[in-house]
């Protein structure tokens, strides 16, 4: 059974940065693809960035880009996502994903994906 743990999310004034983590425990952590996604108040979840487990090639929404880095450690089973320049429209519940590839589909959130975390809050206020 693959679990996901998220952590490393807080409170944080404009500008600033958090970095947030994803571990994976149980079946084969390092064989899937790891997807960032967020959720803010009153709004559908959407994809953040994704790290294809193949090719190492990273993904980010247009949002985003410029101020977000996904990166994988294999050997402490941990994706990150360093959150730079947060605005406070960057606020939401973020969640990791295994996913079987990077391809998102906005009206099926849950395609291709293996398991979720449970999310950590950021918050992103003066």
């Known amino acids: 059974q693959l679990q996901l743990v998220e952590s490393g999310g807080g409170l944080v004034q404009p500008g600033g940065s958090l970095r947030l983590s994803c571990t994976g425990s149980?079946?084969?952590?390092?064989?899937?693809?790891i997807g960032w996604f967020r959720q803010a108040p009153g709004k559908e979840r959407e994809g953040v960035s994704c790290?294809?487990?193949?090719?190492?090639?990273?993904d980010y929404a247009d949002s985003v880009k410029g101020r977000f880095t996904i990166s994988r450690d294999i050997s402490k089973n941990t994706v990150f996502l360093q959150l730079n320049s947060l605005k406070p429209e960057d606020t939401a519940v973020y969640y990791c994903?295994?996913?079987?590839?990077?391809?998102?589909?906005?009206?099926?959130?849950?395609?291709?994906?293996?398991?979720w975390g449970k999310g950590t809050r950021v918050t992103v206020s003066s």
């Open positions: 994903a295994a996913k079987y590839s990077c391809v998102t589909k906005p009206d099926n959130i849950d395609y291709d994906v293996r398991s």
């Open positions: 790290f294809n487990r193949g090719s190492g090639r990273t």
């Open positions: 149980g079946s084969r952590f390092n064989d899937y693809s």
